[in-house]
């Protein structure tokens, strides 16, 4: 049974940080890419940033190309997403994701497992 848990989400005013973590369980997890995507009210959950399994590359969707930053720690069986510099528009509810292979893949069906979400709530 493959589990992944995400926390730190919560409510920051525009322009503040917050870090994001997901703990997973149950999967070799070095073996894994991992992604977070998110989705707000009413929309389609869409792709945020993706890092492969050893860590040395990573993807971001150009919204937040220098305010996000995604990494791993392999030995926590951990992933991460820094969100600096947020806007009312990062709005959202954040998933974490395992993908089947150990590659980076911004493609939703590409991932197999994925946590409950985090709620992120950047208000002006």
């Known amino acids: 049974q493959v589990r992944l848990v995400e926390s730190g989400g919560g409510l920051v005013q525009a322009g503040g940080s917050l870090r994001l973590s997901c703990a997973v369980s149950?999967?070799?997890?070095?073996?894994?890419?991992m992604g977070w995507f998110r989705q707000a009210p009413g929309k389609e959950r869409e792709f945020v940033a993706a890092?492969?399994?050893?860590?040395?590359?990573?993807v971001y969707t150009d919204s937040v190309k220098g305010r996000f930053t995604i990494s791993r720690d392999n030995a926590k069986n951990s992933t991460y997403l820094q969100m600096s510099s947020l806007k009312p528009e990062d709005t959202a509810v954040y998933y974490c994701?395992?993908?089947?292979?150990?590659?980076?893949?911004?493609?939703?069906?590409?991932?197999?497992?994925w946590g409950q979400g985090t709620q992120v709530t950047v208000s002006s």
């Open positions: 994701a395992a993908a089947l292979f150990a590659t980076i893949t911004p493609m939703k069906v590409h991932y197999n497992w």
């Open positions: 149950g999967r070799t997890f070095s073996r894994h890419g």
């Open positions: 890092i492969s399994s050893s860590g040395d590359s990573t």
